[in-house]
């Protein structure tokens, strides 16, 4: 008589079936997270290099004919690791530098080098750009205790439905690359802002001088006939990649220490930035050479990136005189038939100098 065959599986088969899923799903769930790691390394890398960039120009430049540089710190606390975009006559430490940018790295990011605890400066030397004082920079992703035991208990319950977890990490990988374009895309949108407005109050100091001041008038630039123009009140929707970008900026005055021999800013002019008198709040004098620009962009997932420049009018412009007609005082326009006060004199359509009598 023939022995009837045994149907399903034993309990051994089982088992073997099932310790190879774990070793598999958890591989998987492994190889995945280090790879978002691995994405969000290499974007914070490129946003630090453009960084270094951007603070060189500056330097090249001449901006505020000061040394710029970024100083990097290592809190020994993942939340906090950041670094700061500075200007200084010297290095960071001296009195009159000023920070105009910082940055906070991703929460499993975090620097190599320098040590927990300490800090580091890259600083580029005015008009040459030659780094004055340089260091290797690392970025590290952060580790993370007791992930093998929570990675084998997820394996474990994703064993369950495998299918689902197959779709949920597909939906993870393209959301972590969606919201990498979406940084990306923001911070160009606002790079291009202060492109923007540099190009118009490097032609024109008072394109940006005489906008209304304050976060409460926003503006946002735009081409015409082949050059910026930031006068345009209001916000601004841009659509890249079929995704919806909203984006302006606001101006304020700033205030600098007049006694101090390098004139460090103070902040900015009373009244919300919009006085170009008084700077009660911020302590120093009001600097109509110099203003406070803030962009905003806001993403499609409802994320603002906000950063704030100071932009100086380096370059001046001679401007003809036409007449001599009324008295006028701050920032003027060109050509200009203002003067500040008069005494012992006429004024009208021009002047005249005699010796001894007219």
Not at 69 to 95: C, H, K, W
Not at 199 to 204: R, V
């Amino acid at each position: 008589m023939m022995q009837q065959g045994t149907k399903g599986f034993t309990l051994l088969e089982l088992l073997l079936v099932i310790g190879i899923l774990v070793i598999l799903a958890g591989a998987g769930v492994a190889y995945y997270r280090n790879s978002v790691k691995g994405i969000e390394a290499d974007e914070t890398g490129k946003v630090i290099v453009g960084d270094l960039r951007d603070a060189r120009s500056r330097a090249l430049y001449g901006q505020d004919r000061m040394n710029w540089g970024l100083r990097f710190v290592n809190s020994s606390t993942p939340s906090t690791y950041y670094y700061q975009m500075f200007e200084t006559p010297t290095i960071f430490s001296d009195a009159s530098t000023t920070v105009v940018a910082t940055t906070y790295l991703p929460g499993v990011i975090n620097f190599k080098i320098p040590g927990s605890g300490t800090s580091t400066d890259i600083i580029f030397g005015k008009i040459v750009g030659t780094i004055a004082t340089e260091t290797d920079q690392k970025i590290n992703q952060a580790s993370r205790r007791g992930q093998l035991l929570l990675e084998l208990i997820v394996s474990i319950g994703v064993i369950v439905t495998v299918l689902a977890v197959v779709g949920q990490i597909i939906v993870a990988s393209l959301q972590a690359n969606k919201g990498s374009g979406e940084r990306n895309d923001a911070a160009g949108f606002s790079q291009e802002i202060f492109e923007a407005v540099r190009g118009a109050s490097t032609e024109n100091w008072t394109n940006l001088y005489n906008l209304a001041h304050g976060t409460g008038t926003t503006y946002y630039p735009q081409l015409v006939s082949g050059k910026w123009t930031i006068n345009t009140t209001g916000t601004q929707s841009i659509t890249a990649a079929g995704a919806t970008y909203t984006r302006s900026f606001y101006a304020q005055h700033a205030c600098r220490d007049t006694t101090s021999s390098t004139k460090p800013i103070t902040g900015i002019t009373d009244q919300n930035g919009s006085s170009t008198t008084a700077c009660a709040t911020s302590g120093g004098t009001p600097d109509p050479s110099t203003e406070k620009v803030t962009a905003t962009v806001l993403s499609p997932t409802g994320n603002t990136l906000a950063n704030f420049d100071y932009i100086t009018r380096w370059r001046n412009q001679v401007c003809a005189q036409t007449g001599w007609t009324s008295t006028s005082s701050g920032v003027g326009s060109c050509p200009s038939s203002a003067y500040g006060s008069s005494s012992n004199i006429t004024t009208g359509g021009s002047l005249q100098l005699c010796s001894g009598g007219c």
